[in-house]
Nanobody
Framework: VQLQASGGGLVQTGGSLRLSCAAS????????MGWFRQAPGKEREFVAD????????NYLDAVKGRFTISRDNAKNTVYLQMISLKPEDTAVYYC??????????????????WGQGTQVTVSS
């Protein structure tokens, strides 16, 4: 499956962005989907994931209540709605697909396919 992330940009503290990740090349609903992020000088970290049906979601504690992951299997797209953004959310955000709906462990090794990343910058 090929993944194309979009929607990043520059926002002020407290602003909002919605990231999208469009999938192609395979049956989208076969995959659990996740979002990760990587800030400069830091390791890539898990942000959120969603099950194949969309019925189960998980979040990094630091984004709970501010970020919402969702998917539209008819449109082969997963979203990350981000509100109340903080400077510490600044990072490159990557979407990823996990074969067989695997959602554990919530680490990079559970994901088989990655998008190219989209930059999110939150100014203070």
């Amino acid at each position: 499956v090929q993944l194309q992330a979009s929607g990043g940009g520059l926002v002020q503290t407290g602003g909002s962005l919605r990231l999208s990740c469009a999938a192609s090349g395979d049956t989208f609903s076969k995959y659990a989907m996740g979002w990760f992020r990587q800030a400069p000088g830091k390791e890539r970290e898990f942000v959120a994931d969603v099950s194949r049906s969309g019925g189960t979601t998980n979040y990094l504690d630091a984004v709970k209540g501010r970020f919402t992951i969702s998917r539209d299997n008819a449109k082969n797209t997963v979203y990350l709605q981000m509100i109340s953004l903080k400077p510490e959310d600044t990072a490159v955000y990557y979407c990823a697909a996990a074969s067989y709906g695997r959602m554990w462990p919530r680490t990079l090794t559970s994901y088989d396919y990655w998008g190219q990343g989209t930059q999110v910058t939150v100014s203070s």
